[in-house]
């Protein structure tokens, strides 16, 4: 059998990596072994990427010979790597097709050792707070999704223990699941363990679309603000003030999970990330810091991924992430996660967009669960959401065209009516309106600018067809008092919309707030409305 080319990289991991030590800041000998998330069942990054596969050796200068089956071998020598006085081996595999299985030996003077039933496929990592550690045992349909998970073989799944670092780990201090092949008690588990039910039907969907493996790493946290899964160059960047005093028992400690939890993962080639977080910023004082620490960390992952992975993570991997669902059924409260869904999307309302390129959302604004016994925080669709996910992950994540039209509406055109003192709002896309709420306007006196803590009034859609909306705004900005229609938005409450009321159930959110441009407020001031 031809003999596959291999890459050996001996010394890339200490110059790509910074220097990370063990929880206590010691490092350690470690007898013959393969780094922690690597294991048997698991899925390895298919072709055109190449993998990176490292472990640990008893002693400097240890020849370490490697065999994948039917492609190959390759030689390479042990190091002192970024652990402080700990010897590591590392070796990048030749690009392999999507399928297996495949049986991975590594042999030295100590023995050998193996890693069985490795697939070649997709690896995505899910990460954020409770709901994404929500687990599939919790969600609405559990019995039948539990039930159908040996269904899916291809598909193999991997849990981190939950845990933080006040230093940067270079493997992971802790595992709640290994690789596991999908079945009832490695879907089912307990609840808040594993498996992560978004993770999980993410996966599967898109299992069912693209007929190879996927693996799958839910590495997430309950109650944990965005600030602990960042670097500290992130929260430097975005203002955010760091406690001088980093705990790891301290699970909202700045940057605390980024390092015990995330970064061990960065030698490791993925495909994506999926992200299910921002209820603990709604109530945080950093929430209006969000449209910079979200997409900053963004940045800050695909470039560490890239260049630790020697290049073969995409540095603008897809990221996919869940808009915020409500969770209290009360339309007074409009600040929170209304505030937070807006800066999801760095403040554009939809994406990708110019400062958020390569990721996509999965809209859950009308997805709201009241009732949820885990309280209105936590909904048990997971199903939608994760199909909505999977949609829009089809569509940004693997460029199937044929997913792109499903996008939410996006508004192109405003049009104002200066003595009818109403505005058209013009879409890209065909609207299916079953409401004639949402929208809300906030008015200014001509001669002051407005703020964030402007009164918003209700605004009905008065007329519409099936790509505009016509909003009359004479009763509310009044022009016998000088007043001029400062901005409009649209679900600006916390409580939920109508199911589907006004666009698709997919990528794009139609308008969760949309402020007029400047030149548009430019040609207002010219009509002197």
């Not at 922690?36 to 640990?56: C, E, F, N």
């Not at 470039?303 to 603008?316: C, L």
């Not at 938005?489 to 009321?501: F, I, K, Q, T, W």
Request: charged share 15%.
């Amino acid at each position: 059998m031809e003999r596959t080319a291999w890459l050996v990289l001996l010394i890339a991991i200490s110059w790509v990596v910074p220097a990370a030590h063990t929880a206590d800041g010691t490092g350690a000998v470690k007898p013959f072994s393969f780094a922690s998330y690597y294991g048997d069942h698991m899925v390895l990054q298919k072709a055109p990427q190449r993998t990176t596969i490292w472990g640990y050796a008893a002693k400097e200068g240890e020849t370490i010979t490697l065999t994948i089956s039917g492609n190959g071998q390759v030689t390479t020598t042990s190091f002192i790597g970024p652990i402080l006085s700990t010897p590591v081996w590392s070796v990048q595999l030749p690009a392999i097709d999507a399928g297996g299985p495949y049986n991975i030996t590594a042999t030295s003077s100590e023995g050998s050792i193996n890693l069985t039933d490795v697939l070649f496929g997709d690896v995505w990592i899910c990460s954020g707070q409770s709901n994404m550690q929500f687990t599939l045992s919790m969600a609405f349909n559990a019995t039948k999704e539990v039930a159908e998970a040996a269904n899916y073989p291809n598909i193999r799944v991997f849990t981190v223990a939950l845990g933080g670092s006040p230093v940067e780990e270079y493997d992971l201090l802790n595992i709640s699941q290994p690789w596991s092949v999908p079945s009832a008690a490695t879907i089912g588990g307990p609840d808040w363990s594993y498996f992560s039910g978004v993770c999980w039907l993410y996966g599967k969907y898109l299992s069912s679309h693209l007929k190879y493996p996927i693996g799958l790493i839910a590495s997430s946290y309950g109650g944990t603000r965005v600030e602990a899964w960042s670097a500290p160059n992130v929260l430097k960047k975005c203002g955010v003030s760091e406690a001088k005093e980093v705990s790891s028992v301290n699970p909202n400690a700045a940057s605390v999970l980024w390092n015990a939890m995330m970064r061990p993962f960065v030698n490791m080639t993925i495909y994506g990330a999926l992200w299910y977080q921002g209820e603990a910023n709604a109530r945080s004082p950093t929430m209006n810091q969000y449209n910079c620490t979200f997409p900053a960390m963004i940045d800050d992952w695909r470039d560490r991924f890239h260049q630790a992975s020697g290049g073969q993570t995409d540095p603008v991997f897809p990221f996919g992430f869940v808009q915020l669902a409500p969770w209290r059924d009360n339309d007074t409260i409009t600040t929170g996660f209304t505030d937070i869904r807006w800066h999801q999307t760095a403040d554009y309302g939809y994406v990708p967009n110019d400062r958020m390129k390569n990721t996509f959302m999965a809209v859950a604004m009308d997805l709201p669960d009241f009732t949820s016994p885990y309280t209105g925080v936590h909904p048990r669709d997971k199903e939608d959401v994760s199909m909505r996910l999977c949609t829009a992950g089809l569509a940004v994540a693997y460029n199937q065209s044929q997913f792109s039209v499903l996008d939410g509406p996006i508004p192109g055109l405003f049009i104002i009516y200066t003595e009818q003192r109403t505005m058209a709002i013009e879409f890209y896309k065909p609207l299916d309106i079953r409401s004639t709420t949402g929208f809300e306007v906030t008015c200014r006196n001509s001669s002051s600018p407005s703020t964030d803590a402007s009164e918003w009034f209700p605004l009905p859609i008065t007329s519409h067809d099936n790509t505009s909306v016509t909003l009359n705004y004479s009763q509310i900005c009044l022009e016998s008092e000088n007043k001029v229609v400062s901005a409009i938005r649209y679900a600006g409450e916390s409580h939920h919309v109508p199911l589907n009321s006004v666009q698709s159930t997919t990528a794009r959110v139609a308008i969760l707030r949309h402020r007029l441009s400047k030149l548009l407020l430019m040609i207002w001031q010219m009509l002197k409305l």
